[in-house]
Each structure stands twice: as structure tokens, then as C-alpha cells.
């Protein structure tokens, strides 16, 4: 093989590898008020991932945004509509939930106080940074 042939090989797998990961899409929600945000958040990661499924999705909460992954936590506005059954099912679509642990601190919560689908992360705001400047996440608030 030609050192130029090498050349346009490594430069065609460089090309696939950009146009991989341009198809890799991903995508963090922002959630900072159950009340206003979780119902119609849920609703759309669903819908979202129904025309794109392959889609990575991370839900990131803080301040008021954490409630609705607390065991128990039901609209307020529709107490027929318990998270915990509609989270799981995003859950087991791939979909990662994050609960801010400063939240927790100035809120005095536990992480025992969350359904087992919840993982935290140090920082909301910092995760939410992370993910679009780091990772190439679009950003999405409902």
C-alpha cells in the first residue's frame, strides 16, 4: 500500500468517525421545577425518543426539579400520574436521570428518599455545562 493510499485510508475512517458521531444524537433536559417542568418533560423525552430512539438522553434536576424523582412524588395538578411508573419506563429506554447533590445539601434530602432510577451528580449546573460543552449535548428545557 502507497503512503498515500494509507493517507486517504486514515483520512476515511477519521471522516466515518466524525459523521458516527454527528448521528449519535444527544440530549440533556433541564428540570427545575416539578411543578411547571416534570409532567411535560416526561411527556416529551417519551415523545422524543418514539421518532428518534436511538437518541441518549440525560435528565438533569436541581432546586425544585428534584421532587418528582423522590419515592411516592405524583403531579400535584393529576395525582393519577405517579413518576416512579412513568421514569422507570424511560429508564428502561436508556434515558439516565441526575439529581443534584447540592440540591440535596440545602434542601436537607437524603438520597434514600429517591426511586431507585436516580443517580446525583455533584453539581446540576456544572453537569448541565459538561454535557453541552464537553460531550455535545443539545440542550433542552421544557
Not at 498515500?4 to 433541564?30: G, I, P, T
Not at 422507570?88 to 441526575?98: H, N, Q, T
Not at 440540591?103 to 443517580?119: E, G, P
Request: a positive charge.
Amino acid at each position: 500500500m502507497t503512503r498515500f493510499a494509507r493517507l486517504l485510508a486514515v483520512f476515511a475512517a477519521c471522516w466515518m468517525l466524525a459523521f458516527a458521531a454527528l448521528a449519535q444524537d444527544k440530549v440533556v433536559y433541564h428540570i427545575d421545577d416539578t411543578e411547571a417542568q416534570a409532567t411535560k418533560g416526561l411527556r416529551n423525552i417519551r415523545n422524543h425518543l418514539d421518532v428518534a430512539p436511538d437518541t441518549r438522553i440525560v435528565v438533569v434536576t436541581h432546586a425544585l426539579g428534584i421532587d418528582f424523582l423522590m419515592e411516592g412524588a405524583k403531579d400535584k395538578k393529576n395525582p393519577n400520574i405517579d413518576y416512579a411508573s412513568l421514569v422507570s419506563a424511560l429508564k428502561a429506554r436508556g434515558v439516565r436521570f441526575e439529581v443534584c447533590e447540592i440540591t440535596l445539601k440545602s434542601r436537607n434530602v437524603r438520597k434514600d428518599q429517591f426511586t431507585m432510577d436516580a443517580d446525583f451528580t455533584p453539581s446540576g449546573v456544572v453537569r448541565i455545562g459538561q454535557l453541552q460543552s464537553r460531550e455535545g449535548y443539545a440542550y433542552i428545557k421544557p
